[in-house]
Protein backbone atom coordinates (compact mmCIF):
# COMPACT_ATOMS: atom_id res chain seq x y z
CA UNK A 1 0.00 0.00 0.00
CA UNK A 2 1.23 3.53 -1.15
CA UNK A 3 -0.63 6.33 -0.09
CA UNK A 4 1.28 8.52 -2.45
CA UNK A 5 1.30 6.83 -6.19
CA UNK A 6 4.90 6.12 -6.06
CA UNK A 7 5.22 2.52 -6.90
CA UNK A 8 7.16 3.80 -9.98
CA UNK A 9 9.91 4.68 -8.55
CA UNK A 10 10.04 1.62 -6.47
CA UNK A 11 9.72 -0.21 -9.69
CA UNK A 12 12.58 1.12 -11.42
CA UNK A 13 15.46 0.15 -9.11
CA UNK A 14 13.77 -3.31 -9.22
CA UNK A 15 15.67 -3.16 -12.63
CA UNK A 16 18.94 -2.71 -11.12
CA UNK A 17 18.93 -5.96 -10.02
CA UNK A 18 20.94 -8.51 -11.78
CA UNK A 19 19.61 -11.26 -13.16
CA UNK A 20 22.23 -13.32 -14.10
CA UNK A 21 21.17 -17.10 -13.07
CA UNK A 22 20.22 -19.39 -15.97
CA UNK A 23 16.80 -19.92 -16.82
CA UNK A 24 16.85 -23.54 -17.68
CA UNK A 25 19.36 -26.16 -16.54
CA UNK A 26 19.97 -28.25 -13.61
CA UNK A 27 20.26 -26.89 -9.98
CA UNK A 28 23.45 -25.41 -8.28
CA UNK A 29 23.44 -28.44 -5.70
CA UNK A 30 21.06 -31.28 -5.78
CA UNK A 31 18.79 -30.38 -2.43
CA UNK A 32 18.56 -26.76 -3.99
CA UNK A 33 14.25 -27.06 -3.80
CA UNK A 34 14.48 -27.84 -0.05
CA UNK A 35 17.45 -26.20 2.26
CA UNK A 36 16.27 -22.47 2.30
CA UNK A 37 18.92 -21.62 5.01
CA UNK A 38 21.93 -23.00 2.84
CA UNK A 39 19.96 -20.94 -0.69
CA UNK A 40 20.74 -17.56 1.03
CA UNK A 41 24.34 -18.38 2.16
CA UNK A 42 26.09 -16.36 -1.09
CA UNK A 43 23.80 -13.00 -1.94
CA UNK A 44 25.00 -11.47 -5.25
CA UNK A 45 25.81 -7.91 -5.25
CA UNK A 46 23.01 -6.58 -5.77
CA UNK A 47 20.90 -8.48 -4.31
CA UNK A 48 20.20 -9.93 -0.51
CA UNK A 49 18.27 -8.55 1.94
CA UNK A 50 19.69 -5.16 2.72
CA UNK A 51 22.33 -2.58 2.44
CA UNK A 52 25.68 -2.71 4.95
CA UNK A 53 24.79 -1.35 8.90
CA UNK A 54 24.47 2.14 9.18
CA UNK A 55 23.33 3.16 5.49
CA UNK A 56 20.28 1.39 5.93
CA UNK A 57 18.13 2.68 8.58
CA UNK A 58 19.55 5.85 7.55
CA UNK A 59 17.31 5.63 4.64
CA UNK A 60 14.34 5.27 7.16
CA UNK A 61 14.98 7.25 10.01
CA UNK A 62 16.61 10.48 8.18
CA UNK A 63 13.37 10.99 6.97
CA UNK A 64 12.77 13.48 9.81
CA UNK A 65 10.00 16.10 9.50
CA UNK A 66 10.51 18.03 6.20
CA UNK A 67 6.85 17.40 5.08
CA UNK A 68 5.08 18.19 8.32
CA UNK A 69 7.66 20.39 10.19
CA UNK A 70 9.16 19.86 13.39
CA UNK A 71 5.57 20.51 15.09
CA UNK A 72 3.95 17.54 14.27
CA UNK A 73 7.04 14.99 14.79
CA UNK A 74 5.54 12.87 12.28
CA UNK A 75 7.73 11.21 9.45
CA UNK A 76 4.94 11.03 6.50
CA UNK A 77 3.70 8.00 5.50
CA UNK A 78 5.27 7.84 2.00
CA UNK A 79 8.42 9.06 2.89
CA UNK A 80 8.47 6.03 5.73
CA UNK A 81 7.66 3.35 3.09
CA UNK A 82 9.43 5.26 0.56
CA UNK A 83 12.95 4.58 2.87
CA UNK A 84 12.19 1.24 3.83
CA UNK A 85 11.75 0.37 -0.15
CA UNK A 86 14.73 1.72 -0.64
CA UNK A 87 16.98 -0.12 2.08
CA UNK A 88 15.22 -3.46 0.90
CA UNK A 89 16.75 -5.68 -1.88
CA UNK A 90 15.45 -8.99 -3.38
CA UNK A 91 16.84 -12.22 -2.07
CA UNK A 92 19.66 -13.73 -4.17
CA UNK A 93 18.12 -15.84 -7.19
CA UNK A 94 18.30 -19.77 -6.83
CA UNK A 95 17.32 -22.45 -9.19
CA UNK A 96 13.86 -24.44 -7.78
CA UNK A 97 12.43 -27.45 -10.01
CA UNK A 98 9.08 -26.24 -11.13
CA UNK A 99 6.19 -27.21 -8.46
CA UNK A 100 8.63 -25.96 -5.44
CA UNK A 101 8.99 -22.63 -7.76
CA UNK A 102 4.70 -22.14 -8.01
CA UNK A 103 4.49 -18.53 -6.65
CA UNK A 104 8.02 -17.62 -6.81
CA UNK A 105 8.79 -14.26 -9.16
CA UNK A 106 11.15 -15.07 -11.92
CA UNK A 107 14.70 -13.91 -11.53
CA UNK A 108 15.29 -13.99 -15.32
CA UNK A 109 13.44 -13.64 -18.05
CA UNK A 110 12.84 -16.59 -20.11
CA UNK A 111 13.33 -16.92 -23.93
CA UNK A 112 12.00 -19.75 -25.96
CA UNK A 113 15.12 -21.77 -27.32
CA UNK A 114 12.69 -24.17 -29.04
CA UNK A 115 9.46 -24.07 -31.07
CA UNK A 116 6.13 -24.82 -28.93
CA UNK A 117 4.18 -27.19 -30.43
CA UNK A 118 7.54 -28.36 -31.87
CA UNK A 119 6.30 -29.94 -34.79
CA UNK A 120 3.06 -29.85 -36.93
CA UNK A 121 0.90 -31.78 -35.53
CA UNK A 122 -3.02 -32.68 -36.16
CA UNK A 123 -5.70 -30.85 -33.90
CA UNK A 124 -7.90 -34.01 -34.37
CA UNK A 125 -8.92 -37.75 -34.52
CA UNK A 126 -8.76 -38.45 -38.54
CA UNK A 127 -6.85 -38.56 -41.66
CA UNK A 128 -4.25 -36.69 -43.26
CA UNK A 129 -4.43 -36.15 -46.77
CA UNK A 130 -3.33 -33.93 -49.52
CA UNK A 131 -6.26 -31.47 -49.74
CA UNK A 132 -6.69 -31.49 -52.97
CA UNK A 133 -6.16 -34.61 -53.79
CA UNK A 134 -9.37 -36.15 -52.20
CA UNK A 135 -12.07 -37.11 -54.46
CA UNK A 136 -13.20 -40.80 -54.07
CA UNK A 137 -12.52 -43.60 -52.31
CA UNK A 138 -8.98 -43.29 -50.49
CA UNK A 139 -6.95 -46.15 -49.78
CA UNK A 140 -5.67 -45.94 -45.68
CA UNK A 141 -1.93 -46.54 -46.39
CA UNK A 142 -1.03 -46.34 -42.38
CA UNK A 143 -1.77 -44.98 -38.93
CA UNK A 144 -0.17 -42.62 -36.65
CA UNK A 145 -0.64 -41.91 -33.02
CA UNK A 146 0.09 -39.57 -30.90
CA UNK A 147 3.74 -39.89 -29.59
CA UNK A 148 5.14 -41.95 -33.22
CA UNK A 149 7.43 -40.93 -35.13
CA UNK A 150 6.22 -39.74 -38.49
CA UNK A 151 7.36 -42.28 -41.37
CA UNK A 152 4.56 -43.22 -43.50
CA UNK A 153 4.17 -40.65 -45.93
CA UNK A 154 0.77 -39.21 -47.90
CA UNK A 155 0.68 -40.06 -51.46
CA UNK A 156 -2.10 -37.57 -53.21
CA UNK A 157 -4.96 -39.87 -53.17
CA UNK A 158 -3.87 -41.75 -50.44
CA UNK A 159 -4.52 -41.00 -46.54
CA UNK A 160 -2.80 -41.78 -42.97
CA UNK A 161 -4.91 -42.82 -40.10
CA UNK A 162 -4.08 -39.72 -37.44
CA UNK A 163 -4.82 -39.49 -33.53
CA UNK A 164 -4.82 -35.59 -32.01
CA UNK A 165 -1.31 -34.56 -31.13
CA UNK A 166 0.41 -37.07 -33.94
CA UNK A 167 2.98 -35.59 -36.17
CA UNK A 168 1.48 -34.25 -39.24
CA UNK A 169 2.96 -37.32 -41.93
CA UNK A 170 4.82 -35.72 -44.76
CA UNK A 171 3.43 -35.03 -47.83
CA UNK A 172 -0.12 -34.78 -45.84
CA UNK A 173 -1.30 -30.61 -45.60
CA UNK A 174 -4.72 -31.43 -44.14
CA UNK A 175 -6.65 -33.10 -41.44
CA UNK A 176 -10.03 -34.25 -41.99
CA UNK A 177 -11.51 -35.17 -39.07
CA UNK A 178 -13.06 -39.03 -38.33
CA UNK A 179 -16.68 -37.32 -38.46
CA UNK A 180 -16.41 -36.29 -42.13
CA UNK A 181 -15.41 -39.24 -43.25
CA UNK A 182 -17.27 -42.52 -44.35
CA UNK A 183 -14.69 -45.51 -43.54
CA UNK A 184 -14.95 -48.69 -45.23
CA UNK A 185 -11.90 -51.19 -44.27
CA UNK A 186 -8.94 -49.89 -45.46
CA UNK A 187 -9.97 -46.88 -47.22
CA UNK A 188 -12.02 -43.56 -46.59
CA UNK A 189 -14.45 -41.03 -48.32
CA UNK A 190 -13.96 -37.49 -47.63
CA UNK A 191 -17.67 -35.82 -47.52
CA UNK A 192 -15.94 -32.53 -48.15
CA UNK A 193 -12.66 -31.34 -49.49
CA UNK A 194 -10.82 -29.46 -47.05
CA UNK A 195 -8.86 -26.62 -47.02
CA UNK A 196 -4.90 -26.80 -46.91
CA UNK A 197 -3.33 -26.47 -43.28
CA UNK A 198 -7.24 -27.55 -42.02
CA UNK A 199 -7.15 -29.01 -38.23
CA UNK A 200 -2.91 -28.99 -38.26
CA UNK A 201 -1.40 -27.17 -35.17
CA UNK A 202 1.25 -25.77 -36.90
CA UNK A 203 5.02 -25.91 -35.03
CA UNK A 204 5.82 -22.85 -32.89
CA UNK A 205 2.02 -21.42 -33.70
CA UNK A 206 2.10 -20.92 -29.52
CA UNK A 207 5.78 -19.84 -28.94
CA UNK A 208 8.43 -19.37 -31.58
CA UNK A 209 12.07 -20.20 -30.80
CA UNK A 210 14.06 -17.01 -29.46
CA UNK A 211 10.50 -15.34 -28.66
CA UNK A 212 10.68 -13.68 -24.57
CA UNK A 213 7.94 -15.72 -22.95
CA UNK A 214 8.15 -14.68 -19.45
CA UNK A 215 9.88 -11.25 -18.27
CA UNK A 216 11.88 -11.32 -14.65
CA UNK A 217 9.36 -10.46 -11.67
CA UNK A 218 6.38 -12.63 -13.32
CA UNK A 219 5.02 -14.21 -10.28
CA UNK A 220 4.65 -18.06 -11.64
CA UNK A 221 1.59 -19.54 -11.11
CA UNK A 222 -0.07 -22.89 -13.04
CA UNK A 223 -0.25 -21.22 -16.77
CA UNK A 224 3.16 -19.87 -16.62
CA UNK A 225 4.97 -23.12 -14.87
CA UNK A 226 2.66 -25.05 -17.43
CA UNK A 227 4.62 -23.04 -20.15
CA UNK A 228 7.87 -23.60 -18.75
CA UNK A 229 7.39 -27.63 -18.53
CA UNK A 230 5.91 -27.20 -22.37
CA UNK A 231 9.51 -25.76 -23.10
CA UNK A 232 11.28 -28.72 -21.38
CA UNK A 233 12.42 -26.94 -18.43
CA UNK A 234 12.88 -29.05 -15.11
CA UNK A 235 14.29 -26.10 -13.12
CA UNK A 236 13.97 -22.15 -12.83
CA UNK A 237 15.74 -19.46 -11.37
CA UNK A 238 13.74 -17.45 -9.12
CA UNK A 239 13.57 -15.38 -6.06
CA UNK A 240 13.52 -17.44 -2.74
CA UNK A 241 10.10 -16.91 0.32
CA UNK A 242 11.62 -15.21 2.71
CA UNK A 243 11.27 -16.81 5.76
CA UNK A 244 9.32 -14.21 8.23
CA UNK A 245 9.57 -15.02 12.18
CA UNK A 246 6.62 -13.90 13.64
CA UNK A 247 7.27 -12.05 17.92
CA UNK A 248 4.35 -10.91 19.60
CA UNK A 249 5.53 -9.35 23.05
CA UNK A 250 3.78 -8.26 26.39
CA UNK A 251 3.42 -9.43 29.32
CA UNK A 252 -0.18 -9.61 29.47
CA UNK A 253 -0.16 -12.16 27.05
CA UNK A 254 -2.09 -15.47 26.95
CA UNK A 255 -1.94 -18.59 24.07
CA UNK A 256 -5.36 -19.46 22.72
CA UNK A 257 -6.22 -22.57 24.42
CA UNK A 258 -4.63 -22.04 27.90
CA UNK A 259 -6.37 -20.81 30.76
CA UNK A 260 -6.42 -16.80 30.74
CA UNK A 261 -5.09 -15.28 33.92
CA UNK A 262 -6.55 -12.65 35.48
CA UNK A 263 -5.64 -9.06 33.65
CA UNK A 264 -3.99 -10.92 30.49
CA UNK A 265 -5.67 -11.30 27.25
CA UNK A 266 -4.93 -13.89 24.34
CA UNK A 267 -2.14 -12.89 21.73
CA UNK A 268 -4.45 -12.09 18.69
CA UNK A 269 -1.04 -10.84 16.78
CA UNK A 270 1.03 -13.87 16.30
CA UNK A 271 -1.89 -15.44 14.18
CA UNK A 272 -2.73 -12.03 11.91
CA UNK A 273 0.76 -11.30 11.60
CA UNK A 274 1.78 -14.79 10.75
CA UNK A 275 -1.18 -15.45 8.47
CA UNK A 276 -0.73 -12.23 6.49
CA UNK A 277 2.87 -13.26 5.84
CA UNK A 278 1.89 -16.76 4.62
CA UNK A 279 -0.61 -14.68 2.45
CA UNK A 280 2.77 -13.49 0.57
CA UNK A 281 3.48 -16.90 -0.28
CA UNK A 282 6.48 -16.18 2.61
CA UNK A 283 7.74 -18.99 4.92
CA UNK A 284 6.88 -18.30 8.45
CA UNK A 285 8.18 -18.89 11.98
CA UNK A 286 5.26 -17.81 14.55
CA UNK A 287 6.67 -17.04 18.75
CA UNK A 288 4.57 -15.61 21.37
CA UNK A 289 7.09 -14.13 24.28
CA UNK A 290 4.54 -13.21 27.18
CA UNK A 291 6.99 -10.79 28.40
CA UNK A 292 8.23 -7.24 28.85
CA UNK A 293 11.23 -8.21 30.47
CA UNK A 294 14.52 -6.91 28.37
CA UNK A 295 16.23 -9.93 28.72
CA UNK A 296 13.80 -12.51 27.60
CA UNK A 297 12.91 -10.72 24.70
CA UNK A 298 16.58 -9.95 23.57
CA UNK A 299 17.43 -13.95 24.36
CA UNK A 300 14.46 -14.98 22.05
CA UNK A 301 14.74 -12.69 19.51
CA UNK A 302 18.25 -13.22 19.25
CA UNK A 303 17.36 -17.37 18.39
CA UNK A 304 15.07 -16.78 16.16
CA UNK A 305 17.27 -14.44 14.04
CA UNK A 306 19.35 -17.32 12.12
CA UNK A 307 15.78 -18.64 10.57
CA UNK A 308 14.49 -15.02 9.46
CA UNK A 309 14.60 -13.01 6.71
CA UNK A 310 12.52 -10.51 8.08
CA UNK A 311 11.37 -10.12 11.85
CA UNK A 312 8.09 -8.68 12.54
CA UNK A 313 7.85 -7.88 16.29
CA UNK A 314 4.53 -6.50 18.12
CA UNK A 315 4.27 -4.19 21.08
CA UNK A 316 6.25 -2.40 22.57
CA UNK A 317 7.58 0.30 20.60
CA UNK A 318 4.72 2.69 22.38
CA UNK A 319 5.73 5.47 25.06
CA UNK A 320 5.16 3.39 27.60
CA UNK A 321 7.16 2.15 30.69
CA UNK A 322 7.52 -1.11 29.76
CA UNK A 323 7.58 -0.56 25.98
CA UNK A 324 11.01 -2.10 26.01
CA UNK A 325 11.37 -4.03 22.24
CA UNK A 326 12.17 -0.88 20.86
CA UNK A 327 15.08 -0.63 23.20
CA UNK A 328 15.72 -4.54 22.20
CA UNK A 329 15.74 -4.26 18.94
CA UNK A 330 17.96 -1.03 19.10
CA UNK A 331 20.40 -2.56 20.65
CA UNK A 332 20.41 -5.70 18.52
CA UNK A 333 21.30 -3.59 15.10
CA UNK A 334 20.60 -0.18 13.49
CA UNK A 335 16.54 0.09 13.78
CA UNK A 336 15.17 3.02 15.11
CA UNK A 337 11.69 4.46 16.11
CA UNK A 338 9.82 6.68 14.12
CA UNK A 339 6.05 8.27 14.61
CA UNK A 340 4.93 7.71 10.99
CA UNK A 341 1.76 10.15 10.26
CA UNK A 342 -0.70 7.38 9.81
CA UNK A 343 -3.59 6.17 11.72
CA UNK A 344 -3.84 3.57 12.87
CA UNK A 345 0.04 2.51 13.58
CA UNK A 346 1.68 5.62 14.56
CA UNK A 347 4.41 4.05 16.68
CA UNK A 348 6.92 2.22 13.99
CA UNK A 349 10.36 0.69 14.57
CA UNK A 350 12.34 -0.16 11.24
CA UNK A 351 15.85 -0.99 10.80
CA UNK A 352 17.92 -3.85 10.27
CA UNK A 353 19.74 -6.45 12.55
CA UNK A 354 22.38 -8.62 11.77
CA UNK A 355 20.89 -12.21 11.66
CA UNK A 356 24.01 -14.25 10.71
CA UNK A 357 27.83 -12.68 10.16
CA UNK A 358 27.57 -10.57 7.37
CA UNK A 359 23.65 -10.84 6.70
CA UNK A 360 21.46 -8.67 7.43
CA UNK A 361 17.80 -8.59 7.32
CA UNK A 362 14.68 -5.99 7.66
CA UNK A 363 13.42 -5.51 10.77
CA UNK A 364 9.60 -4.16 11.81
CA UNK A 365 8.38 -3.05 15.39
CA UNK A 366 5.57 -2.70 14.82
CA UNK A 367 2.54 -1.41 17.93
CA UNK A 368 0.66 -4.24 19.41
CA UNK A 369 -3.06 -2.81 18.97
CA UNK A 370 -4.72 -5.60 16.75
CA UNK A 371 -5.69 -3.31 13.61
CA UNK A 372 -2.73 -1.16 13.94
CA UNK A 373 -0.09 -4.34 13.35
CA UNK A 374 -2.93 -5.61 10.45
CA UNK A 375 -2.06 -2.37 8.97
CA UNK A 376 1.28 -1.47 9.46
CA UNK A 377 1.83 -5.30 7.55
CA UNK A 378 0.09 -4.07 4.78
CA UNK A 379 1.28 -0.29 4.52
CA UNK A 380 5.17 -1.45 5.16
CA UNK A 381 6.16 -4.96 5.80
CA UNK A 382 3.76 -6.64 2.60
CA UNK A 383 5.57 -4.46 -0.04
CA UNK A 384 8.85 -5.11 2.19
CA UNK A 385 8.39 -8.59 1.44
CA UNK A 386 7.58 -8.31 -2.02
CA UNK A 387 10.88 -6.64 -2.84
CA UNK A 388 12.47 -9.16 -1.30
CA UNK A 389 10.34 -11.66 -3.41
CA UNK A 390 11.58 -9.79 -6.52
CA UNK A 391 8.31 -8.74 -6.87
CA UNK A 392 7.09 -5.52 -9.37
CA UNK A 393 3.49 -5.60 -7.57
CA UNK A 394 4.38 -4.48 -3.99
CA UNK A 395 1.22 -4.14 -2.68
CA UNK A 396 -2.50 -5.87 -2.91
CA UNK A 397 -4.80 -3.48 -5.57
CA UNK A 398 -6.47 -0.65 -4.85
CA UNK A 399 -9.73 0.77 -6.40
CA UNK A 400 -11.70 3.95 -6.24
CA UNK A 401 -14.58 4.30 -4.52
CA UNK A 402 -17.48 6.28 -3.73
CA UNK A 403 -18.12 7.07 0.12
CA UNK A 404 -21.98 6.50 1.50
CA UNK A 405 -21.13 7.64 5.12
CA UNK A 406 -18.36 10.73 5.78
CA UNK A 407 -14.82 9.95 6.96
CA UNK A 408 -13.36 11.86 9.72
CA UNK A 409 -9.42 11.61 9.72
CA UNK A 410 -7.13 13.67 11.90
CA UNK A 411 -4.08 16.48 10.57
CA UNK A 412 -1.20 15.12 9.06
CA UNK A 413 -1.81 11.42 9.44
CA UNK A 414 -3.14 9.48 6.71
CA UNK A 415 -6.16 7.56 7.60
CA UNK A 416 -7.15 3.92 6.86
CA UNK A 417 -10.91 3.05 7.71
CA UNK A 418 -12.01 -0.28 7.64
CA UNK A 419 -14.71 -0.22 5.02
CA UNK A 420 -17.37 -2.56 3.47
CA UNK A 421 -18.09 -2.10 -0.57
CA UNK A 422 -21.03 -3.02 -2.88
CA UNK A 423 -21.49 -2.42 -6.19
CA UNK A 424 -23.82 0.33 -7.26
CA UNK A 425 -24.98 1.64 -10.95
CA UNK A 426 -21.65 0.44 -11.76
CA UNK A 427 -19.29 2.32 -9.33
CA UNK A 428 -18.11 0.81 -6.09
CA UNK A 429 -19.87 2.62 -2.78
CA UNK A 430 -17.44 2.58 0.75
CA UNK A 431 -19.21 2.50 3.71
CA UNK A 432 -17.32 2.18 7.40
CA UNK A 433 -17.83 -0.93 9.11
CA UNK A 434 -18.60 0.50 12.30
CA UNK A 435 -16.01 1.37 15.18
CA UNK A 436 -12.55 1.89 13.72
CA UNK A 437 -10.47 1.87 17.77
CA UNK A 438 -7.04 0.12 17.00
CA UNK A 439 -7.96 -2.55 19.05
CA UNK A 440 -11.59 -3.27 17.12
CA UNK A 441 -10.50 -6.63 15.31
CA UNK A 442 -14.33 -6.91 14.94
CA UNK A 443 -14.62 -4.02 12.25
CA UNK A 444 -11.71 -5.50 10.60
CA UNK A 445 -13.39 -8.67 10.17
CA UNK A 446 -16.06 -7.14 8.58
CA UNK A 447 -13.72 -4.99 6.34
CA UNK A 448 -13.44 -5.44 2.20
CA UNK A 449 -11.12 -2.92 2.58
CA UNK A 450 -9.10 0.39 4.23
CA UNK A 451 -10.48 3.57 2.87
CA UNK A 452 -7.89 5.95 2.60
CA UNK A 453 -7.97 9.45 3.99
CA UNK A 454 -4.91 11.62 2.52
CA UNK A 455 -3.01 13.34 5.23
CA UNK A 456 -3.74 16.48 4.19
CA UNK A 457 -7.51 16.22 4.52
CA UNK A 458 -9.43 16.17 8.20
CA UNK A 459 -12.59 14.55 6.52
CA UNK A 460 -13.90 13.01 2.99
CA UNK A 461 -17.71 14.00 2.73
CA UNK A 462 -20.61 11.48 1.36
CA UNK A 463 -20.37 11.09 -2.36
CA UNK A 464 -16.66 11.92 -2.53
CA UNK A 465 -13.89 9.39 -4.12
CA UNK A 466 -11.61 7.53 -1.95
CA UNK A 467 -9.40 5.01 -2.58
CA UNK A 468 -9.43 1.74 -1.02
CA UNK A 469 -6.90 -1.23 -0.66
CA UNK A 470 -9.01 -4.39 -1.27
CA UNK A 471 -7.84 -6.74 1.78
CA UNK A 472 -8.57 -9.74 -0.28
CA UNK A 473 -6.91 -11.03 -3.14
CA UNK A 474 -3.35 -10.84 -5.00
P1 LIG B 1 1.70 -2.00 23.06
O1 LIG B 1 2.02 -1.65 21.64
O2 LIG B 1 2.58 -3.07 23.59
O3 LIG B 1 1.68 -0.78 23.91
O4 LIG B 1 0.24 -2.57 23.05
C1 LIG B 1 -0.86 -1.80 22.68
C2 LIG B 1 -2.15 -2.54 22.96
O5 LIG B 1 -2.19 -3.69 22.14
C3 LIG B 1 -2.30 -3.03 24.38
O6 LIG B 1 -3.65 -2.91 24.73
C4 LIG B 1 -1.92 -4.47 24.29
O7 LIG B 1 -2.50 -5.26 25.30
C5 LIG B 1 -2.41 -4.84 22.93
N1 LIG B 1 -1.62 -5.94 22.38
C6 LIG B 1 -0.28 -5.99 22.31
N2 LIG B 1 0.11 -7.15 21.77
C7 LIG B 1 -0.99 -7.85 21.50
C8 LIG B 1 -1.23 -9.13 20.93
N3 LIG B 1 -0.21 -9.93 20.56
N4 LIG B 1 -2.50 -9.55 20.80
C9 LIG B 1 -3.53 -8.76 21.18
N5 LIG B 1 -3.36 -7.54 21.71
C10 LIG B 1 -2.12 -7.08 21.88
MG1 LIG C 1 2.91 -3.83 25.44
Same mark, same amino acid.
Given at each position: MVSQPQGGAADDRFDEVHHDASAHGPPDAAEAGTDTAD????????? +?????????????? $?????????????????????????????LAPIQLSLLDASGCALATDVVAHSDVPPFDNSAMDGYAVVAD??? +?????? !????? !???????????????IMTGAVVPVGANAIVPVEQVE??????????????????????????????????????????? +????????????????PRVVVVSTGEELADPGTERPPGAIYDTNSYV??????????????????SDDKVRLRETIEELLPHADVL?????????????????LAELGDVRFNKVGM????????????? $?? $??????????????????? *??? *?????????? !???????????????????????????????LRRRDGEWQARPTGDQGSGILRSLVEADGLAEVPADRDRLDVGERVVVHLLRGA
Open positions: RRAAPADDV +GPGPPPGEASAAAA $DQTDHDHGPASGLVALSDHLQGIIDAVRPAVD +GWLPVS !GEIAA !GDDATVPVEPGTAVREDEARIRVRRAPQPGAHIRGAGESVREGETVLVAGTVLDAASI +GMLAALGHSYVSVYPQLTVLARDTGAQTVRRMIAVTSGGVSAGRYDLVKVVRPGMPQAFGFIEA $DP $DRFIPCFGLPGNPVSAYVS *FEV *FVRPTIRRMQ !GRRDLSRPRISATLEAPLDSIADKVEFTRVT
